[in-house]
Nanobody
Framework: QVRLVESGGGLVQAGGSLRLSCLASGRILSSHHMGWFRQAPGKDREFVARISWSAGFTYHGDSVKGRFTISRDTAKNTVYLQMNSLKPEDTAVYYC???????????????WGQGTQVTVSS
């Protein structure tokens, strides 16, 4: 029903910035919530940020608060993750997700992209 495609990952030095994009196709409902998660090798999938599609309410995980900002452009069906002051521990595959529940729990989201790699060198 919903197709999500992430882009914008890459290799940056510590302290640098990247902006990830998540382009959604198919039927996007006003009641949808969009989330960003990340997963490093050998670690569980970690919540990064979420946003309500309709109202634009945002919530950010403690590990990225003050450095990362989630936003959306409803006209473009796109969700963004602006990442500033990047640290080596931010290195992970970043995934975009969509669901009907405002949650930080990954298994409550219904749709997922394939991920984009972010690597931060020290």
């Amino acid at each position: 029903q919903v197709r999500l495609v992430e882009s914008g990952g890459g290799l940056v030095q510590a302290g640098g910035s990247l902006r990830l994009s998540c382009l959604a196709s198919g039927r996007i409902l006003s009641s949808h919530h969009m989330g960003w998660f990340r997963q490093a090798p050998g670690k569980d999938r970690e919540f990064v940020a979420r946003i309500s599609w309709s109202a634009g309410f945002t919530y950010h995980g403690d590990s990225v608060k003050g450095r990362f900002t989630i936003s959306r452009d409803t006209a473009k069906n796109t969700v963004y993750l602006q990442m500033n002051s990047l640290k080596p521990e931010d290195t992970a595959v970043y995934y975009c997700a969509a669901g009907m529940v405002a949650t930080t729990t990954s298994n409550l989201y219904n749709y997922w992209g394939q991920g984009t790699q972010v690597t931060v060198s020290s």
